[in-house]
């Protein structure tokens, strides 16, 4: 049997969607009794929150005045101190998991597994490297602790129909003093969750401007879709890092995208190729993106985004 | 501050689309080029930037593979650094007993600062900094745009999923770096020749006593599934029509 503890990740009493992704990927592992571990100052609301995530029995809740900002170097050690007895450590493959699981790997001497994409067994799993241009079946030690990161975006969240005993529990272990939190600069958006909308905008470098900018944002608007963008427009200023799609941004799954005005470089295409449905808007007729497209138009965005806009809003 | 070390790994270049071999067995790196992982060049540059402003004595750049690592290491000698370690092994080394190599070297340089790439673009682990940085016992500040150090403290602005978030912590510390931290120098040809003349101390694996961890197996390599060959519409009528024709607006 595996028993399987999940670190929840969440902000400001809401537990984050990617704690459900999380579970549904644990809950394929056969014969799994799924527990979460909820690290806060506070953690009453968000423990109540993962105690309906279905598949999971126990809410453990660390309540510490050190979790108020979850920094890998204090939630590591807690991790570990209340990791006795499970055979599997999972977290996300957000930036908070992948910033905290390898510290918790480490400090139980073993080597961790990024980006689960699909259960093959208890200990074996599928991943991808090299910007998702091979996938790899890999196969952990059966008699060590199994630190994994989860890609959420091959997983949807779990259902909301569950009912998790919530337990209060201790971490005793020494927290370190040598990182402090600041500040955090949350990007302000009424817009829906990149990371969760079922319809993504993005634009690319052939925007030009962080004024030209705003015709992605205005369709997204007409669309009620989340706005990304190519590491190009990221690079040149048009928007703020949290919008960056890639290999090294976020790795997103909507019903539908739109591409506009971006080439389609591997490590673009590593994050969108999950997608439902893929538009490409592009005047470059041989852009590498309308390989992947399912939709593909050829010509001058600022004169075919007007028009979408307008046809989608009529 | 004195010393930082800088980890440089020598990977397929980012240009390159990678190919698994037919039966399963890798990838085909054969003949196919090689560069230091992209954002350890980004770490290199931050590191010479630092000494450049008077901030550190030196940079040493380090490397974990065969003698054909040195490649990368002589390209991080002519971008700057002083001095290059390579640690040779022919084995392929996972990120623990990486980062283990990473800690028997700090045992002996003693450096202030060590600098990484988020990830390597081969396996896209994004782990040794963080696991090194557990073994050490100092912090960490991961996926790092911008590294300010004020005497035995840096403030570390992270790019996180929902903005930026800012750090600080106390030195010695790990810090890995993401995309937009600077963009590297050319290296020019009498920058070559110099680094020719820099030394570059080779150490076998073994002579560190490193614990060698048990590493996840690879079992089986497989290309992605591809998607359906799409349609290419005329207009916007025709996009709008095929966007319904999916349920999808």
Not at chain 1, 219 to 240: K, T
Not at chain 2, 51 to 63: L, T
Not at chain 2, 96 to 123: C, H
Request: proline share 4%.
């Amino acid at each position: 049997m595996s028993k399987i503890l999940l670190i929840a990740e969440h902000a400001n009493g809401i537990l984050n969607s990617s704690t459900g992704k999380c579970v549904a990927c644990a809950a394929e592992i056969p014969d799994a009794e799924i527990h979460v571990a909820v690290f806060a100052d506070d953690g009453a609301a968000v423990a109540a929150q993962a105690a309906n995530l279905a598949s999971v029995t126990s809410i453990l809740v660390v309540d510490n005045p050190a979790n108020a900002n979850l920094l890998a170097a204090t939630l590591a050690p807690q991790v570990v101190a209340i990791s006795a007895g499970y055979t599997h450590i999972f977290g996300p493959s957000t930036t908070f998991g992948k910033d905290l699981m390898p510290r918790v790997a480490a400090l139980l001497g073993v080597n961790q597994i990024s980006d689960i994409m699909e259960v093959i067994g208890s200990h074996s799993f599928k991943r991808p490297i090299y910007a998702g241009n091979a996938l790899v079946t890999v196969e952990a030690p059966a008699d060590k602790t199994l630190v994994a990161t989860v890609r959420v975006a091959s997983y949807q969240a779990i259902a909301g129909d569950g009912s998790a005993n919530i337990d209060a529990v201790t971490a005793d272990t020494e927290l370190p003093g040598h990182t402090r939190f600041i500040e955090l600069q949350a990007g302000k958006s009424d817009r829906p969750d990149l990371q969760t909308a079922a319809r993504v905008v993005a634009g690319g470098r052939a925007l030009g401007s962080e004024e030209s900018f705003d015709l992605i944002f205005k369709l997204a608007d007409a669309l009620g879709a989340g706005v990304g963008a190519s590491r190009a427009a990221v690079d040149a200023g048009y928007v703020p890092n949290e919008t960056q799609i890639g290999q090294t941004g976020k790795i997103i799954a909507p019903e539908l995208y739109i591409a506009i005005g971006i080439s389609g470089a591997i490590q673009h295409v590593t994050g969108i190729k999950d997608a439902g449905t893929i538009v490409a808007i592009n005047k470059d007729p041989d852009a590498p993106i309308f390989e992947i497209a399912d939709i593909g138009i050829v010509g001058d965005l600022f004169a075919i985004l007007p028009e979408l806009q307008e046809a989608v809003s009529a | 501050m004195d010393k930082i070390l800088v980890g440089l790994k020598r990977v397929v270049d980012y240009n390159v689309r990678v190919r698994v071999r037919s039966d399963g067995s890798g990838v085909e790196t054969d003949g196919v080029k090689m560069s230091i992982n992209p954002f350890d060049e980004i770490a290199i540059e931050e590191a010479l930037r630092i000494k450049e402003r008077g901030d550190a004595n030196e940079v040493i750049v380090v490397s974990i593979g065969t003698s054909d690592a040195q490649q990368q290491l002589r390209t991080g000698l002519a971008m700057g650094a002083d001095r290059a370690i390579l640690v040779e092994t022919a084995d392929a080394v996972d990120a623990l007993t990486g980062a283990r190599v990473f800690q028997a070297l700090i045992e002996r340089e003693s450096p202030d600062l060590v600098l990484l790439g988020k990830q390597a673009i081969d396996d896209d682990n994004s782990q040794t900094g963080q696991m090194l940085a557990a073994l050490w016992g100092r912090p960490q500040a991961t996926f790092a745009s911008t590294l300010v150090i004020e005497g035995d403290k840096a403030t570390v602005t992270r790019e996180v999923d929902v903005g930026l978030e800012i750090v600080e912590v106390d030195l010695p510390a790990v810090v890995t770096v993401d995309l937009r931290m600077n963009d590297p120098r050319y290296v020019k040809l009498p920058d070559i020749m110099k680094a020719k003349k820099k030394p570059l101390d080779q150490i076998p694996l073994a002579d560190l006593n490193v614990e060698q961890a048990v590493g996840i197996d690879e079992v089986k390599f497989e290309p992605p599934m591809e998607r359906d060959k799409g349609v290419i519409v005329e207009d916007v009528t025709g996009l709008v029509a095929a966007l319904n024709d999916k349920g999808l607006i």
